[in-house]
């Protein structure tokens, strides 16, 4: 019998940090619950990213995963955009961390090959994936469909580390 482990995805971003909680059983999957943190655009930087933290914080008390995944940053051609998505980012693997999780990191080409078999899907096949993947997920944006496909991309390698390990 396989163990059920929860595991909360994270989107980060400054503006809209996506998440997402399924359940992984073997190669059995569960969705669970996912939702956005939108902190207001109009707060100066520290504060937006207090509530990112604060987000993130709640949402692991109330769903209390296993386990967490963050998507990698996609550097931007832009310094300034690049280096606050790299502030958002610090705080989605560290709200996790904090409360004792183990943290799983992704690049956006490996999500995408996980769910939908090809590294450059583009957000429509990826949706669509994650609702064939996940009966009953009900997402209403990319940020928290993004964060359901982390989180089946942290099941399938998380299985296939610990095959391997039992193996070896």
């Keep these: 019998m396989n163990e059920t482990i929860r595991i909360l995805g994270i989107d980060p971003g400054l503006r809209r940090t996506g998440w997402g909680l399924i359940e992984s059983a073997g190669n059995r999957l569960r969705f669970v619950a996912t939702g956005v943190?939108?902190?207001?655009?109009s707060l100066d930087l520290p504060q937006?990213?207090?509530?990112?933290?604060?987000?993130?914080?709640?949402?692991?008390?109330?769903?209390?995963?296993?386990?967490?995944?963050?998507?990698?940053?996609?550097?931007?051609?832009?310094?300034?955009?690049?280096?606050?998505?790299?502030?958002?980012?610090?705080?989605?693997?560290?709200?996790?961390?904090?409360?004792?999780?183990?943290?799983?990191?992704?690049?956006?080409?490996?999500?995408?090959?996980?769910?939908?078999?090809?590294?450059?899907?583009?957000?429509?096949?990826?949706?669509?994936?994650?609702?064939?993947?996940?009966?009953?997920?009900?997402?209403k944006s990319a940020d928290a469909a993004d964060a359901l496909a982390i989180a089946i991309c942290h099941a399938h390698h998380r299985t296939r580390r610990t095959l391997e390990r039992k193996s070896a």
């Design 37 to 41: 943190i939108t902190p207001e655009t």
């Design 48 to 139: 937006r990213l207090n509530l990112l933290f604060e987000g993130l914080i709640d949402i692991i008390a109330q769903w209390v995963p296993d386990e967490a995944a963050v998507e990698e940053t996609f550097v931007s051609p832009g310094a300034r955009s690049a280096l606050h998505l790299g502030q958002a980012r610090g705080i989605a693997v560290l709200a996790p961390a904090h409360k004792g999780l183990v943290v799983g990191e992704y690049a956006a080409n490996l999500i995408k090959k996980s769910v939908v078999g090809t590294g450059h899907a583009d957000k429509n096949q990826v949706q669509l994936m994650v609702k064939t993947l996940l009966p009953g997920a009900d997402f």
